[in-house]
């Protein structure tokens, strides 16, 4: 066993047991355990931890604790995402995923989805894991996550535009709200008859897509949408 002084700072807490969430802390660790496990060992997955300092030095995650250490815990900080960054909202985040594919980001959302798949499907396709789940987020296949703090779903859109930079990349209404795929435009005489007709009178832009069929055009749902959106991203 290593025993080592550990701090948590801000909001990296909530993770902790309440005993812990004062400040300073002795924490003994497994023989050879790295940063990386003992951070997890206590509540913190390594997605939500940024910069580890250790005895005044940073350290990375896979270094060993060893006896004595001094370690201190900041939060990620926020970072921009690629413009091609992709998502994948696990379960419980259905109105999240939707409105990420608002703003344009590929954003994966199935129900169906066992952890393992989750899992898989982060490493392979290389997506963004949001959940509210943070034992999941402790996968070592998942290199880039974020444990979703916020309950309603415009707070927690608010949570991922901050922490990824998402308003200098987004690019809204260019991707299918139902199957995530892209929007193309449409010609208004080729979709005529998959519209209703007084549609048709109002509007000459539409945009369609390839996968489920659907139609766009901005109608009053598209102006609340562009308005929740424009006080998101400020």
């Known amino acids: 066993m290593a025993t080592a002084h550990f701090e948590f700072h801000d909001d990296l807490a909530l993770f902790l047991a309440p005993e812990h969430r004062a400040g300073r802390f002795l924490h003994s660790c497994a023989r050879a355990a790295s940063l990386k496990n003992a951070i997890e060992s206590l509540g913190v997955p390594h997605t939500e931890a940024g910069a580890v300092i250790v005895n005044g030095t940073p350290a990375t995650l896979q270094r060993t604790v060893r006896e004595g250490d001094d370690v201190v815990v900041l939060p990620a900080q926020p970072r921009a995402a690629a413009a091609d960054a992709r998502f994948l909202a696990d379960a419980h985040l259905g109105g999240l995923a939707r409105f990420l594919r608002m703003l344009g980001y590929d954003t994966l959302h199935d129900q169906a989805l066992a952890d393992r798949e989750i899992c898989r499907k982060a490493r392979e396709e290389q997506r963004i894991v949001l959940t509210r789940d943070r034992e999941l987020l402790k996968h070592r296949e998942i290199a880039h996550g974020c444990y979703v703090r916020a309950l ?74 562009r308005a929740v959106l424009s006080s998101v991203l400020g």
Not at 210 to 222: D, E, F, L, N
Request: hydrophobic share 40%.
């Open 152 to 225: 309603k779903t415009e707070a927690q859109l608010r949570e991922v535009v901050l922490r990824y930079r998402l308003g200098e990349s987004a690019a809204p209404f260019t991707r299918c709200l139902h199957c995530n795929l892209p929007l193309a435009a449409a010609d208004k005489a080729s979709i005529a008859e998959r519209v209703p007709p007084r549609i048709l009178e109002l509007h000459d832009r539409f945009t369609a897509c390839a996968g489920c069929g659907r139609i766009y055009w901005r109608g009053t749902h598209y102006e609340r949408m």
